[in-house]
């Protein structure tokens, strides 16, 4: 087989650019390079890049398929197992979203005013949990392994009654938001949305303060999210009010 460039490599495989230079840096792959610089590869690093995609539509990490791939030593039934787990959660999470869609049915039928932004966030709350194999990706690019044990930890021990009311609340308060990007962030209406804002996000940081800069992070960063990832649950323009606001809200306090 002859070799190929990353750009034959991208359009062969259908895996982008940007992911095939992902994975290299990530040390899943090391194709050759021409006296150019090029990026060569060689038939065992098409043969890789193939098993890293049949092991990410199990569901796994690319840092689990790491380990897994640079290791002799490892297991079908740890395989199957780790992908048994993901599969129950993504179940879990479709559960929720059918039940939030019905929540919001009933009170829309029991004559609850309901707008037509907060329906397109249920909408968009809806398919960030239906599409996890997309936001894995984000998750990968600015989370360590060690950070997103320690999210999915933290998720595991908010209690479901909490988790339920959040679900509900998040659609109507980024409807909410949005309507107040372009405003005096240190008015009391951008003021009060802060404070729900920080309210539902405070959970998570109880269980472990170190979450907040992560997700700071990750949100500071919306440019970057991978091409074939998920939509962002906010714009970069809601999540700027929000810091605005914030910053705001500290100003006055100090």
Request: proline share 4%; hydrophobic share 40%.
């Amino acid at each position: 087989m002859k070799l190929l460039s990353i750009g034959e490599v991208s359009e062969r495989s259908g895996i982008t650019v940007r992911a095939l230079r992902h994975y290299e840096k990530l040390g899943l792959v090391s194709p050759r390079r021409s006296e150019a610089r090029q990026r060569l590869y060689a038939y065992r690093d098409i043969a890789r890049l193939h098993q890293i995609q049949m092991l990410k539509r199990t569901g796994l990490t690319l840092g689990q398929i790491k380990d897994m791939i640079t290791s002799k030593d490892w297991s079908a039934t740890h395989i199957l197992e780790m992908q048994k787990e993901i599969t129950e959660r993504k179940l879990a999470e479709a559960h929720n979203t059918l039940r939030l869609i019905h929540e919001t049915l009933e009170c829309v039928i029991a004559g609850d005013r309901a707008d037509l932004s907060t329906f397109c966030h249920i909408i968009k709350m809806g398919d960030h949990a239906m599409d996890e194999a997309k936001w894995q990706k984000v998750w990968d690019k600015f989370y360590t392994d060690d950070e997103q044990k320690r999210w999915e930890a933290a998720k595991k021990a908010v209690p479901e009654d909490v988790i339920k009311a959040h679900e509900q609340a998040w659609p109507a308060l980024l409807a909410r938001t949005e309507e107040l990007v372009g405003t005096d962030p240190a008015a009391p209406a951008a003021q009060a949305v802060v404070k729900e804002w920080n309210a539902l996000t405070q959970v998570i940081y109880d269980i472990d303060p170190l979450l907040a800069g992560s997700s700071a992070k990750l949100y500071d960063n919306l440019d970057n999210w991978p091409e074939d990832g998920p939509e962002p649950p906010f714009s970069k323009e809601v999540w700027a009010f929000i810091k605005a606001a914030e910053a705001a809200v500290k100003k006055l306090k100090s």
